[in-house]
């Protein structure tokens, strides 16, 4: 039998929905949307059509989404656009980017390079809860700062930012507001004018859309250097033939996600907390929760299991495809960096393990990893 599937915050199946729309544009409709031929003006409608419905599930206009390769490269052409011009001017002082300490390495890393390349980078820390500190930011955005850039939602802990508060501190010191929504959209309501931000990086491949397709939101009247070369496609901003069959997918994904909700949330945090109840019943207070008890993506559930290491805890169940929050190196734990940076104490993260159930997650398969992880923790308690 294949494992239970719990690890949709790391990636979803391709919806069927999806499956059927991006199916014709594989073969019948192969046309470059460049080209001005009818086989070309049809990809062109198609992929346009996907804009449109990309933006209708944040809010946003047609015109100020920009197709990308996925998240990762979102969050690279919006950080590293903003600050290369600056960069390449040599302006005094520089661009100085401020984030927090437990974002996904498509943001950190993309801040450690830029780092190098001569920006300032202020890193603001997060409570025990994940939720980063306001007033560390408010003293961050004394210096002048270019851009603020915090995810809405993490990825591990699922706990959601306050990005409307961060905007508000960031936008009235002149700063402008990046946000990473991989994990959040299609999961609660993602509204660019609500959060307040002025870029926006969506990842295809967590939103039952395939891998290696993207988005990126900028908001109009926003400036910024392109991270591809080339000729003129998406409006001169990212240059590259558009992945056509994919972006369709993409498109069908969030209108899925955009009829689906709220619906969708309420259902997805009943299995989430089903799946609590049934460990707290079977461990008790062996098991605690990491992350925001309530401010929380409505699917994501992270613990640590006391006594135990996660990855062995989850490699004594292979009926279970999830995921941990500490790696075992040479008979050595680490703890997640964003574990480390919630200030979890090593003997407690250890035993950290991240489930996360989504649109074809059942009740059934919740109460039978619940009775697994239980009855596997207790056998390996009594083998130490």
């Known amino acids: 039998m294949r494992p239970i599937y719990l690890d949709y915050n790391a990636t979803t199946p391709i919806d069927p929905v999806v499956v ?10 192969f046309g470059n949307p460049s080209s001005l031929h ?21 809010g946003a206009r047609p015109s100020e989404i920009v197709f990308t390769s996925g998240g990762t490269e979102a969050t690279n052409h919006a950080l590293t656009g903003l600050v290369l011009p600056a960069l390449a001017t040599r302006a005094a002082p520089p661009p100085h980017i401020v984030t927090s300490t437990v974002e996904h390495p498509a943001t950190a890393v993309t801040c450690a390079f830029l780092g190098r390349l001569g920006c300032r980078v202020t890193r603001v820390p997060v409570d025990g809860r994940g939720v980063i500190d306001l007033t560390a930011l408010e003293r961050a955005l004394r210096r002048p700062t270019t851009v603020v850039t915090v995810m ?3 990825n591990e802990v699922g706990t959601l930012e306050p990005i409307r508060a961060i905007a508000d501190l960031a936008h009235a010191r002149g700063a402008l507001v990046h946000t990473d929504a991989a994990q959040s959209a299609g999961k609660i309501p993602v509204d660019v004018d609500a959060l307040g931000v002025d870029l926006l990086s969506l990842a295809g491949h967590k939103l039952y859309a395939p891998k290696g397709v993207g988005a990126l939101y900028v908001r109009t009247g926003i400036s910024l250097e392109p991270l591809i070369h080339g000729a003129g496609h998406e409006a001169g901003r990212r240059a590259g033939t558009e992945n056509v069959p994919y972006l369709v997918g993409l498109g069908a994904a969030c209108e899925l996600a955009r009829r689906s909700l709220p619906a969708a949330s309420g259902a997805l945090r009943q299995l989430r907390d089903r799946l609590w109840q049934r460990l707290r019943d079977g461990l008790g207070d062996d098991v605690v929760l990491n992350g925001h008890p309530e401010a929380r993506l409505p699917n994501t559930l992270n613990v640590n299991v006391l006594g135990h290491v996660g990855a062995e805890l989850l490699a004594a169940v292979p009926e279970i495809a999830a995921s941990t929050g ?16 919630m200030g979890v104490p090593e003997e407690v993260g250890r035993g950290a393990i991240r489930l996360s159930v989504g649109r074809f997650t059942t009740e059934a398969e919740v109460d039978r990893v619940g009775a697994l992880l239980v009855d596997a923790a207790r056998s390996l308690s009594r083998t130490v």
Do not use: D, K, M
């Not at 059927?20 to 409709?29: D, M, Q, S, T, V």
């Not at 500490?326 to 940076?341: F, Y």
């Open 152 to 154: 809405h939602a993490n």
């Open 38 to 58: 009818v086989y070309g003006q049809t990809a062109h409608a198609a992929l346009e059509r996907a804009r449109a419905q990309v933006a209708a599930l944040l």
């Open 326 to 341: 500490s790696a075992c190196h040479e008979g050595r734990v680490e703890l997640s960096p964003v574990l480390l940076a």
């Open 20 to 29: 059927e729309a991006i199916e014709p544009f594989l073969h019948e409709h």
